[in-house]
């Protein structure tokens, strides 16, 4: 039943529980025209804002010493091969084709997707457990994933300040932590509110970056020929274990991806769709390439190469826009994980909180004061604990790598068991993704430290050792979201598994959304 209370306002607040009022609608799914146009830009500053500020720190961390690479000519273009088909079978290929067909009425996430399968697989509720854990430990890492993401992306823009001045050193945390306090501060207003400000500028960033990576390719148009995978797969035979280790920098160009899904319920999937192929892609293209230029050029410009691409006159223009684009960054993984919170509460896997709605006509678009204090916090504690963007690589790869595997997961039974495609062509498609997604999670895997034992036999080989403190918060990535799903699980084993579905799991999934704002 509907709500039939008068129309509501922009800031209606409604309980868990409570049906969404019947005026409000999913944005419509094949809007045209002016419609489509705002649509996609308000998209462009709330979806892209991550996988848009990846140049800042990915190709760059790909040269940091512990993957010993140099930045010769077969490794410059073997990197930027990986990262191009990367960004190809990740994002546009696995989400923008595949992952983002399995709407729920027009909602996306790992949950949304969790609701559908488990409606359509009502006989063994022993599957039933197994998918519903699955499905909770990945909200629980993209509740990570939003916590990492606000952090890596502003001390990765404010790391910039050094380029211009080694004094400015000091003053970059005290900053990060300023910014991050604005970004909560905005959410209140609105996802449309939010998004109409962050389009525009992120209009600019992107044109920006497309421009001076412009800049180098036609100085050195050949860098183009990366685009060939060969360049890719000769980089891997050659390289061997050396280029699986760097799989887990690699990935950091295609952090965010996981976000347009969960994103899909504020936009639709033709804004996002549009918006990728006709312009973030070929910008975030542009801008790799143009960094690969000028590595070519000048080796020593490994060392930011970002910001090095720009003349030092424009340095301190190119800090302030970078900035506002970390910011926005931050935007995809904090609509998000307001969307999958609602979508826990609906499900009964948390427990009730206060929902504002922001928006008169469409339901996807919401605000939770609670997860947005907690997103808060855990940020600037995150901040201030791993100092600075390449301390927090490794965690925010164990992140979005595991994020990612889940959604292929649940993608193939969708396919499977809702599209009703042959079993030999989901099964094709699984093996295709799960090899990448999986690939990805080894290597960020290995840089949790192994026993003392393990490395003398040789099983692992690095080019130098692993800072231990990253190591160690690496760990707590993974450890923290698996300990808080299984403890519960071995807790009640010894309780009747029916109680256990008719509690709808609350214990355990409370468990998971609380431990995941200490990953």
Not at 164 to 177: A, M
Not at 257 to 267: R, V
Not at 445 to 463: H, M, Q
């Amino acid at each position: 039943a509907h709500d039939t209370a008068p129309h509501p306002t922009p800031s209606t607040v409604v309980t868990a529980m409570r049906p969404i009022p019947h005026q409000r609608e999913h944005v419509e799914s094949n809007p045209t025209g002016r419609r489509l146009a705002i649509l996609t830009l308000t998209a462009l500053g709330v979806v892209y804002g991550d996988i848009g500020t990846s140049p800042l720190y990915a190709f760059r961390e790909c040269f940091k010493p512990e993957y010993g690479l140099t930045p010769s000519a077969e490794n410059v273009y073997g990197v930027l091969s990986l990262i191009v088909w990367a960004l190809t079978l990740v994002v546009s290929l696995k989400y923008i084709v595949f992952v983002m067909r399995a709407d729920n009425r027009g909602e996306g996430g790992i949950l949304a997707m969790l609701a559908l399968i488990i409606g359509k697989d009502t006989a063994r509720k022993q599957r039933r457990f197994l998918l519903i854990v699955l499905g909770l430990f990945g909200a629980a890492l993209l509740y990570g994933d939003g916590v990492i993401t606000p952090a890596i992306s502003v001390l990765g823009a404010m790391e910039g300040l050094e380029i211009v001045s080694p004094n400015f050193e000091s003053v970059i945390i005290p900053v990060t932590i300023v910014v991050l306090f604005g970004l909560f501060f905005m959410q209140k207003f609105g996802t449309a509110r939010v998004g109409a400000f962050f389009g525009p500028l992120m209009l600019i960033w992107f044109s920006v970056i497309a421009a001076t990576g412009l800049h180098e390719i036609m100085a050195s148009p050949a860098i183009l020929a990366a685009v060939n995978p060969m360049y890719a797969i000769t980089f891997v035979m050659h390289k061997g274990w050396a280029a699986f280790v760097l799989l887990g920098a690699v990935v950091l160009a295609v952090t965010g991806a996981e976000a347009l899904y969960a994103d899909m319920g504020h936009f639709g999937k033709k804004p996002i769709r549009l918006a990728w192929f006709w312009f973030v892609f070929p910008c975030l293209l542009l801008n790799y390439f143009g960094q690969g230029a000028l590595v070519l050029r000048v080796p020593s410009a490994v060392e930011n190469p970002f910001y090095l691409l720009a003349p030092r006159a424009m340095l301190y223009p190119l800090i302030a826009i970078a900035t506002a684009a970390a910011i926005i960054a931050s935007q995809a993984l904090i609509s998000g994980a307001f969307s999958l919170t609602q979508q826990c509460i609906q499900l009964g896997y948390s427990p009730r909180m206060k929902i504002t709605h922001t928006s008169k006509q469409e339901a996807g678009q919401i605000f939770i004061p609670d997860i947005n204090y907690a997103l808060m916090v855990s940020c600037v504690a995150v901040v201030l604990g791993f100092k600075t963007s390449s301390a927090l690589g490794a965690a925010y790869g164990i992140a979005v790598t595991g994020t990612m595997a889940i959604d292929s997961v649940l993608t193939t039974l969708v396919m499977f068991m809702i599209w009703r495609w042959r079993l030999w062509i989901a099964g094709a498609i699984a093996v295709g993704l799960l090899t990448v997604d999986l690939a990805f999670f080894a290597s960020n895997a290995v840089k949790i430290p192994l026993s003392s034992e393990t490395r003398s036999a040789g099983l692992v080989r690095r080019a130098s050792s692993v800072n231990p403190t990253r190591s160690a918060k690496s760990t707590v990535t993974v450890a923290c979201p698996l300990a808080m799903v299984c403890s519960p699980c071995l807790r009640r084993s010894a309780t009747a598994f029916g109680r256990m579905f008719r509690r709808r799991f609350s214990d355990l999934s409370f468990s998971i959304c609380s431990s995941s704002f200490s990953v």
